[in-house]
């Protein structure tokens, strides 16, 4: 009996003190900071073609996971090998294995800032726009495309950069392009409110057409103050049917945005862009125009100007006149100090 009961007791220890470890083990496994150890939060990426192989590889190479047995058993465990979700994940300092699971499990991402202004053409946008987000710029243009191709609100190649407006959007890593599209599209919708809705149409023009107009605006001075004043200008010019005759037109045209003073030769290209030879707004914008500029088109300034011609101050502002005659007053001014200006330019050189 005695010898029995030395068995039990021996089995009975053994038992426990496996368990103790089995559940001492657990607890670290499910409990005990495994990811980011005494350092800093960061981000870590899982791209869409990502394994979970890839991922144990990545996080144990950056420097993620302090033991990644231990990580890679209960991810296993809770089955996240089988569901991977790619996107931008934060990770804190000294989280748990089961914490940094839950993270990655759950989706819960962290969004990116997608930031973009100064765009003249569409092929520009796919490359700024997906620069820090899983869609590639092949993948934007062809989403676009297919928009452009279905959509019943006047959106063609040539204006569909209306459509997106300059600002900073949060955006999840994993977006389809067709939901990126589809983003952009509703932001769209939201700026074009009933207020700015109404304001178009009173002024008779498609919001479509307030872009094309606040781009040539945006083109023509570097003068904030000054947007609502030209915008005013366009539109006498445009109800009097007068030719636009705006030289950032031009420059589009001849798609070399290098130039920096418009020639004659210029005036030449036969383009439904050059507002010099064709009447009436161009078929789209010349470039991405700021809110603020379309807000201007569309509280623009009532005057009786039609001309502008830059100031001979070479301040960046314009001097405004509402016949030929006072304008090429201010045209004669400005060219004999850029004139002058050339002249000591060249002495200096000397």
Known sequence: MAEVSKTKLAFFLVASTLLITFVFYGYQILYTPNILVDRDNRVFVIHKDYTFRKIQEELGKAGFVNDMVSFSFLAR????????????????RNMTNLAAIGVLSAGMRQAERVTFTNVRLVEELGEKITKNIGVTPAEFDAALNDFVDVNTEGFDRENIISMFLPNTY???????PADLIERFHTEYKKFWND????KAQALGFTPLEISTLASIVQAESIKDEEAEIIAGLYINRLEKNIPLQADPTLVFAAKDFTIKRVLNKHKEIDS???TYKYAGLPPGPINMPQIATIDAVLNYQRHNYIYMCAREDFSGYHNFASTLTEHNRN?????????????????KKK
């Open 77 to 92: 465990l809770k089955g996240y090998d089988k569901r991977i979700q790619p996107g931008r994940f934060t990770l804190q």
């Open 170 to 176: 949060e955006i999840y890593y994993n977006v389809s």
């Open 195 to 198: 207020d700015r809705l109404a």
């Open 272 to 274: 439904p862009y050059n």
């Open 331 to 347: 045209a004669s001014r400005y060219q004999k100090a850029l004139t002058n200006e050339m002249r000591i330019a060249a002495q």
